[in-house]
Every structure is written in structure tokens, then in C-alpha cells.
């Protein structure tokens, strides 16, 4: 089950599923989703319900999923990069697979965002799903600025996931509304 990895993905690729299928993704808030797939070759394909094995749970499958993750980001799969925005406003970019922006369910994020930004208010995006940005929540302007900064940025790509914002803290992503 080393080919299973969670995915992000914005609502309107559940539209179809079945209700058994629906029942294996969990939600991120701004109509973003988890889900486990399997990675075949250079595609993906969704888990089917009946694809998963005699005594594993949804909960195991998702945790086996990021477990997957956690070994790529430890094998340096995704490009990391910290760059200076609007004002300075410093930020952390992961790119380079189409993990990227699922990166955001790791753990040990929080620290890690936490020490390389000088921060425990930190706030993600993901706007798509080869990208994730990480900054620091520190001035009342820094939402708006970072978040019409990686618009400006962003909205060209495709696979796109959600403009909202989500805070970052050691419970996971909780929504910014």
C-alpha cells in the first residue's frame, strides 16, 4: 500500500461520487477535500471502496496515505523554497509534484513552518494543487496582502483547489473566514 497518497481536492471533483465513495474523503473547510489515491505511474486513480483491504479502516487507509506523503516530503520529492513577499511578508512555497498542495495535512508542519518563519501564527493556501504557501499571520493587512499576492501568482494555473485561507495550528488546518 505504498502507492496510496491523500489528495487534495476542491469539491467539484466529488460531484459524482457514490455515497460510499464520498464517505472516504474528509473535508478541509472552503470546499477543499482529502481523499486516498493510488498512484499509477505518472496518473492517479481514486481508491474504490472495495479496493481496500479485509481489516484496514478509512481512518488507517488516510493515515497509511499520509505516512506515503510524509516518506516522499522526507525524500525531498517536493522543491522548497522560502521568498519574501508584499512588504516582506516572508513566505514558504512547496512546488513540484502534484502532491504539493497536499503537503498541507503533513505532520510536523506546524513546526517546521513555525521555526523557518519565526512564527506560531502561521496561515496556508492552496491554490491549486502543485503549490502550497505558508506565512506568517502577523500584521491585520498581511491576509489580504498575501492573499491578492498568490492570486496575482496563481490563478493561471490549472487544478485548482481554493483561495480560502487556512490557519495553521498544531489541531491541523482550521478554515480562516
Known amino acids: 500500500m505504498d502507492d496510496i497518497f491523500p489528495y487534495v481536492v476542491p469539491a467539484s471533483y466529488t460531484t459524482n461520487f457514490t455515497q460510499e465513495q464520498l464517505a472516504l474523503c474528509t473535508s478541509l473547510g472552503h470546499d477543499a477535500f482529502v481523499l486516498p489515491v493510488r498512484e499509477v505511474g505518472r496518473l ?16 488507517q487507509l ?28 516572508p513566505f514558504i512555497v512547496w512546488t513540484g509534484h502534484w502532491l504539493a498542495a497536499s503537503c498541507c495535512i503533513l505532520p510536523g508542519l ?28 502577523s500584521a491585520p493587512t498581511h491576509l489580504k496582502l498575501m492573499q491578492d499576492f498568490i492570486f496575482e501568482n496563481e490563478s493561471m494555473e490549472t487544478k485548482q483547489i ?15 473566514q
Open 44 to 59: 492517479c486513480t481514486n481508491i474504490q471502496p472495495e479496493e481496500i483491504p479485509a481489516g484496514v479502516s478509512i481512518e
Open 162 to 176: 481554493t483561495w480560502g485561507l487556512f490557519s495553521l495550528n498544531e489541531h491541523g488546518l482550521v478554515p480562516i
Open 110 to 137: 506546524v513546526q517546521l513552518a513555525s521555526r523557518t518563519l519565526n512564527s506560531t501564527n502561521n496561515c496556508v493556501s492552496i491554490p491549486h494543487r502543485e503549490t502550497m504557501i505558508i506565512f506568517p499571520n
Open 62 to 89: 488516510h493515515q497509511i496515505a499520509i505516512g506515503n506523503l510524509d516518506r516522499l516530503a522526507k525524500a525531498k520529492a517536493f522543491s522548497i523554497a522560502l521568498h519574501s513577499g508584499p512588504e516582506g511578508i
